[in-house]
């Protein structure tokens, strides 16, 4: 390739977008305006406009000239304006204007271009909803599903869009049906004749339009029998995809209904790991309301295929605070020779801090603690799973000063930023006494300057300097208020004090002799 070649690729698509952010000027002349245009021209103008697109929501000449261009002689100058309309339309109401002017064009390729780009105003504009309801009707199997899909999930309220997409299920085009499925899932446990659809459309000739269904049926399954039935009845399908989506479909309703769970624990052990996959993630669903489904779940977390244990972290993860085997086996997921199993474990710590309920007793907390800080101090290599640990410890002693400060002085080894930001809740609850004026009482290097700044800082006065600057002129009012904090702070209870002096002595960045560098997020 020669130089001049790769010097026109770097100015199309590095420079492009920058050069068009600074000047506005040549925009008017990427209209092309006639079909005779040249095509190396209309090509060469065609990815400058596509390089403009991040533009549209933050610069009106770019959303102008973008209008314009939905009315550009050249189909794909039209479509690609569309598109990148598309994001700003539920924004602007010439935009909305100008996509429903295209929605009524003659050439199907332009109302494709407008269904797909109004799908985020259709819950938003009656006009743009009565423009979609119209491209229903269209002739076109690409318009239709693309009208399908926008007018759903946000516009079911509407009974005029429901009964639209009960139509189009009977389309017969596939992709239509799929389209209309996937459309009508949100209305599945709510509206009679939207569940019998999705419910026909499971015995649907085409396979993905019975995996679509399936998976619709999810919410419905709950509570309604004839949506359970159907699923049951797909369970044994002779296609991998629709039993997957038949797995993934029943982990609500298996939590209730003793065939679903069954058909579950069936479905994960299938010869798909696919349907495996999605059986395992409902396994998670149902393990804490059936010790069965946890006790399967253990059995997972050692798994031969490092996907399966990956999977099953999520759910161990809801009853990790509870049950001692489920924590046992997550922290088991957290030192996994995959990479990916590990990586999948360590992001579940913040579903076992969500599961933390009052009921759990101070003794339990303490044991669950210790658990968490043993494991720390064996693998400080770690990083992200002590991370999310660290938050849990956390919330774990929010209420115990006492472990508060015994977990600290075990901890002070640790990544001073990670640990500062885990404990920043229970630092807050001394809010009142300005965390700025906190750093300062325990601060061995304070001096009269120092204070000031970081008062006037706290405070949302008008001094922002650096702390290098030149403090300004010392007032009463300012030493009276950090007086007031400082004697506020006394006022704490005597382990609360022990506990922040530990942080500020400890928590100290190498070659800093006070706290603000490490403590300024708190």
């Given at each position: 390739?020669?130089?001049t070649?790769?010097?026109?690729?770097?100015?199309?698509?590095?420079?492009?977008?920058?050069?068009?952010?600074?000047?506005?000027?040549?925009?008017?002349?990427?209209?092309?305006?006639?079909?005779?245009?040249?095509?190396?021209?209309?090509?060469?103008?065609?990815?400058?406009?596509?390089?403009?697109v991040?533009?549209?929501?933050?610069?009106?000449?770019?959303?102008?000239l973008?209008?314009?261009?939905?009315?550009?002689?050249?189909?794909?100058?039209?479509?690609?304006?569309?598109?990148?309309?598309?994001?700003v339309a539920?924004d602007?109401?010439?935009?909305?204007?100008?996509?429903?002017?295209?929605?009524?064009?003659?050439?199907?390729?332009?109302?494709?271009?407008?269904?797909?780009?109004?799908e985020?105003?259709?819950?938003?504009?009656?006009?743009?909803?009565?423009?979609?309801?119209?491209?229903?009707?269209?002739?076109?199997?690409?318009?239709?599903?693309?009208?399908?899909?926008?007018?759903?999930?946000?516009?079911?309220?509407?009974?005029?869009?429901?009964?639209?997409?009960?139509?189009?299920?009977?389309?017969?085009?596939?992709?239509?049906?799929?389209?209309?499925?996937?459309a009508?899932?949100?209305?599945?446990a709510?509206?009679?004749?939207?569940?019998?659809?999705?419910?026909?459309?499971?015995?649907?000739?085409n396979?993905?339009?019975?995996?679509?269904?399936?998976?619709a049926?999810?919410?419905?399954?709950?509570?309604?029998?004839?949506a359970?039935a159907?699923l049951?009845?797909?369970?044994?399908h002779e296609?991998?995809?629709v039993?997957?989506?038949?797995?993934?479909?029943l982990?609500?309703?298996?939590v209730?209904?003793?065939?679903?769970?069954?058909?579950?624990?069936?479905?994960?052990?299938?010869?798909?790991?696919?349907v495996r996959?999605?059986?395992?993630?409902?396994?998670?669903?149902?393990?804490?309301?059936?010790?069965?489904a946890?006790?399967?779940?253990?059995?997972?977390?050692?798994?031969?295929?490092?996907?399966?244990?990956e999977?099953a972290s999520?759910?161990?993860a809801q009853?990790a605070?509870?049950?001692?085997?489920?924590r046992?086996?997550?922290?088991?997921?957290?030192?996994?020779?995959?990479?990916?199993?590990?990586?999948?474990a360590?992001?579940?710590?913040?579903?076992?801090?969500?599961?933390?309920?009052?009921?759990?007793?101070?003794?339990?907390?303490?044991?669950?603690?210790?658990?968490?800080?043993?494991?720390?101090?064996?693998?400080?290599?770690?990083?992200?799973?002590?991370?999310?640990m660290?938050?849990?410890l956390?919330?774990?002693?929010r209420?115990?000063?006492?472990?508060?400060?015994q977990?600290?002085?075990?901890?002070?080894?640790?990544?001073?930023?990670?640990?500062?930001?885990?404990?920043?809740?229970?630092?807050?609850?001394?809010?009142?006494?300005?965390?700025q004026?906190?750093?300062?009482?325990?601060?061995p290097?304070f001096?009269?300057?120092?204070?000031i700044?970081?008062a006037?800082?706290?405070?949302?006065?008008?001094?922002?300097?650096?702390?290098?600057?030149t403090?300004?002129?010392?007032t009463?009012?300012?030493?009276?208020h950090?007086q007031?904090?400082?004697?506020?702070?006394?006022?704490?209870?005597?382990?609360?004090?022990a506990?922040?002096?530990?942080?500020?002595?400890?928590?100290q960045?190498?070659?800093?002799?006070?706290?603000?560098?490490?403590?300024?997020?708190?």
């Open positions: 390739m020669s130089k070649c790769l010097a026109i690729i770097f100015a199309t698509c590095v420079l492009a977008p920058h050069l068009w952010a600074e000047a506005p000027e040549p925009l008017s002349s990427l209209l092309i305006g006639s079909q005779a245009t040249p095509w190396s021209r209309r090509t060469e103008k065609l990815k400058a406009v596509e390089s403009l991040p533009l549209v929501s933050t610069r009106a000449d770019v959303r102008e973008f209008i314009q261009l939905t009315q550009d002689p050249d189909a794909s100058f039209s479509r690609t304006a569309a598109l990148g309309l598309g994001p539920n602007y109401e010439e935009v909305r204007t100008a996509l429903i002017q295209l929605a009524g064009a003659r050439s199907h390729f332009r109302r494709w271009a407008a269904a797909q780009a109004l985020s105003a259709a819950n938003h504009d009656i006009q743009v909803r009565k423009m979609l309801l119209h491209l229903t009707h269209d002739s076109s199997e690409e318009v239709l599903k693309s009208a399908a899909v926008a007018l759903g999930p946000s516009s079911l309220e509407h009974a005029d869009v429901r009964a639209a997409l009960i139509r189009l299920s009977s389309s017969p085009f596939s992709s239509v049906r799929f389209g209309s499925a996937q009508l899932e949100p209305a599945g709510t509206s009679p004749e939207t569940r019998a659809t999705l419910i026909q459309l499971c015995q649907d000739q396979l993905f339009v019975r995996g679509a269904a399936a998976r049926l999810r919410q419905a399954a709950i509570g309604h029998d004839d359970r159907a049951l009845r797909l369970s044994a296609d991998s995809g039993r997957e989506a038949v797995a993934n479909a982990g609500g309703a298996a209730r209904d003793r065939e679903a769970l069954a058909a579950v624990f069936r479905l994960e052990r299938d010869s798909d790991i696919g996959l999605a059986a395992t993630e409902s396994l998670g669903a149902v393990a804490p309301r059936h010790p069965d946890l006790a399967a779940l253990l059995v997972l977390s050692r798994d031969s295929d490092p996907r399966i244990r999977r999520p759910g161990l009853v605070a509870q049950n001692a085997d489920a046992i086996a997550l922290l088991r997921l957290n030192e996994d020779p995959s990479p990916e199993v590990r990586e999948g360590a992001g579940t710590w913040g579903r076992v801090r969500g599961t933390l309920t009052s009921d759990l007793s101070m003794e339990h907390r303490r044991q669950l603690s210790t658990e968490l800080l043993d494991w720390i101090m064996r693998h400080p290599a770690e990083k992200k799973a002590i991370a999310g660290i938050h849990l956390a919330a774990l002693s209420e115990d000063a006492e472990l508060r400060l977990l600290w002085k075990r901890a002070a080894g640790m990544d001073a930023p990670i640990s500062v930001r885990a404990w920043s809740g229970s630092i807050s609850r001394w809010q009142e006494t300005s965390r004026a906190l750093r300062l009482s325990y601060d290097s001096s009269p300057g120092t204070p700044r970081f006037q800082r706290s405070e949302g006065g008008a001094y922002r300097s650096g702390p290098t600057s403090p300004p002129h010392e009463p009012e300012i030493e009276a950090l007031t904090r400082r004697a506020r702070l006394s006022t704490l209870p005597a382990e609360e004090r506990l922040i002096q530990y942080v500020a002595q400890r928590m960045p190498p070659g800093c002799s006070t706290l603000p560098a490490v403590l300024s997020n708190l």
